[in-house]
């Protein structure tokens, strides 16, 4: 059994940051391929980042040179940085993970196989 953790959210203003942190614990091995994605009302859910075993990463482009993701496998935490955030941005933010090792980012929401609860993140205008 795996078990993913998100926290980090909260409410912030036009142009403000944040950071997401995604603590995974359980059968899991450390560097396992992860993600992020996010949730919008009236959306589908949407891949923003992601990392893979061998620490190559994704980016959706809307968030290019504004979000970092990077992992601690000796903590098995992932993380996500935001900054210059916006209103468009406001939606749950969830975490994943794959059950197989992978050199390569995993891009396919249906290769994720455990999922957070995720964390509410508010851009206020």
Known sequence: ???LVESGGGLVQVGGSLRLSCAASGSIFRSNPMGWYRHAPGKERE??????SLISTYFTDPV???FTI????????MYLQ???LNPEETAIYYCATARTW???????????DYWGQGTQVTVSS
Do not use: F, G, P, W
């Open 70 to 77: 990077s992992r601690d496998n000796v903590k098995t935490t």
């Open 1 to 3: 059994q795996v078990q």
């Open 102 to 112: 992978s050199a390569v980012v995993v891009t396919a929401i249906e290769k994720y």
């Open 47 to 52: 891949l923003v980042a992601a990392i893979s």
């Open 64 to 66: 290019k040179c504004r």
């Open 82 to 84: 935001m900054y210059s």
